[in-house]
């Protein structure tokens, strides 16, 4: 099908060296995308789609799905939850059971939770995905992995890309206040993953790739330029958080990794959303938490070259550090989810003193480097918050029913959550977690 309004590349050698490329074989991004439904349909030779939605996503798009379909004849099944599912074991079992195998396509009609079930459906039957999205709310649509919570932990699943994502933004003009905003958030979150990819480059190897970055930092901006035109609902600004998002989850399929897309400020929301699971504490969309933690970040980020390095220090602190008493820390912080953290630890050993000698050691020589990077990446913490103040966004722990005496802890958490070098343990290398916590929350006098 010929592509409209948004154009990507499917298969593109790249000076990093590698090829890269997307399963997705089309991205509509359109007033009035939905039309094209039955001639992808055609055009990818399904004769009975399996409609999957929840009671609002139905209500938003799924009955217009339904219509355009049995106008062209097409038999349908479908599964609509009764109400907004949440990303678990229960979520997956449902669409499994009422599942219909005689379906030769899966039709999604959502945003997050629903887009990463529909994935998943579509990986367990090996039948083929087309996401018909709701909301621009979040960067997973174009990706190959399902955020989902799995025994208690925020875990990101390997999944399959959609073959097609529908963008009607008739549809999407029309999402909640709250998910136009989620969707910025996860946008503003950009500039910490980016930064933190190309750190992670400096001081461990990690590949990086120039391009890829590229990608993500022109759609971000374009973001931010119409962001003033996001609350009311202008179809620019409003495709324009889209087309962010599907870049985003594109430069994840292109690089093999989530590295453009997420940071320490996705670990701040993963760990709020642990703690929810856990313990019932308050959690928001994860949009709206990474935009809070995008802001907490690039405060902290603002302290690095304030706070004086110490060699020798550093090396102390690493050499006496206490992973028994921090793993028990750990648990008592998120339950049983931590389990998964700690056992990660025993295969990656980044608390080695050995290792962290290395990893030191480059730190320490490319310093200025570093934070000539954090610059150019990084915008300052006030144009972050003059932006997020302008949208009537939440800016602060507190907004989101967080408890901002746990900030410090999260933070220190969010080293263990997946195996990529973040702020967090920039600062625990350095021996300078106490001082950033100091930033979020005061002095704080328990161990870090």
Not at 212 to 235: F, P, T
Not at 259 to 273: K, L, N, Q, T
Request: aromatic residues 8%.
């Amino acid at each position: 099908m010929e592509q409209t309004h948004f154009t990507y590349q499917k298969e593109f050698h790249c000076s990093c060296g590698r090829t890269h490329r997307t399963q997705i074989q089309d991205i509509l991004i359109e007033k009035g995308a939905l039309r094209h439904l039955p001639e992808l349909l055609k055009e990818y030779r399904a004769q009975k789609p399996f409609l999957l939605a929840d009671k609002n996503t139905y209500e938003a798009a799924g009955q217009k799905v339904r219509d355009i379909l049995t106008a062209e004849a097409f038999p349908l099944s479908s599964y609509v939850f009764a109400d907004s599912p949440e990303p678990d074991e229960s979520a997956v079992g449902s669409c499994v059971m009422h599942f219909d195998v005689t379906c030769d396509i899966i039709l999604a009609v959502g945003s997050g939770v629903l887009n990463d079930l529909g994935k998943l459906l579509s990986h367990i039957s090996g039948k083929p995905y087309i996401i018909i999205a709701t909301a621009p709310s979040m960067d997973g649509y174009a990706s190959a992995t399902s955020s989902m919570a799995m025994d208690g932990l925020k875990v990101s699943l390997p999944t399959v890309c959609p073959k097609a994502i529908l963008g009607d933004t008739d549809i999407l003009r029309q999402a909640p206040r709250r998910m136009l905003l989620a969707g910025l958030g996860d946008m503003l979150a950009k500039y910490i993953s980016i930064c933190e990819w190309r750190l992670s480059h400096i001081i461990t190897g990690e590949y990086y790739c120039e391009t890829i970055a590229g990608l993500v930092r022109k759609a971000l901006a374009k973001c931010v330029q119409s962001a003033d035109g996001l609350l009311g609902r202008d179809e620019r600004a409003v495709a324009a958080v889209f087309e962010g998002l599907i870049t985003g989850g594109l430069a994840m399929g292109y690089a093999g990794i989530s590295r453009p897309a997420s940071g320490v400020e996705h670990y701040f929301s993963h760990i709020w959303d642990m703690r929810g699971l856990e313990f019932h504490t308050s959690t928001d969309l994860h949009g709206i938490q990474c935009a809070v933690a995008t802001l907490i970040a690039a405060r902290l980020y603002e302290q690095l070259p304030l706070i004086p390095l110490n060699r020798e220090a550093a090396l102390l602190h690493a050499a006496s550090f206490d992973y028994e008493a921090w793993s028990l820390r750990l648990r008592e912080f998120l339950g049983k989810g931590a389990d998964a953290m700690i056992a990660l630890e025993q295969r990656e050993h980044k608390y080695d003193p050995a290792l962290h000698a290395k990893r030191l050691a480059i730190i320490l020589d490319r310093w200025d480097e570093i934070l000539s990077v954090i610059r150019e990446e990084i915008p300052p913490s006030s144009t972050l918050e003059q932006l997020l103040t302008s949208l009537k966004a939440p800016k602060t722990a507190a907004e989101l029913k967080v408890d901002p005496a746990t900030l410090p802890m999260t933070f220190a958490a969010t080293r263990d959550i997946r195996d990529k070098y973040v702020l967090s343990r920039l600062a625990w290398d350095l021996d300078i977690t106490r001082r950033l916590m100091e930033t979020l929350n005061g002095p704080q006098t328990a161990k870090e």
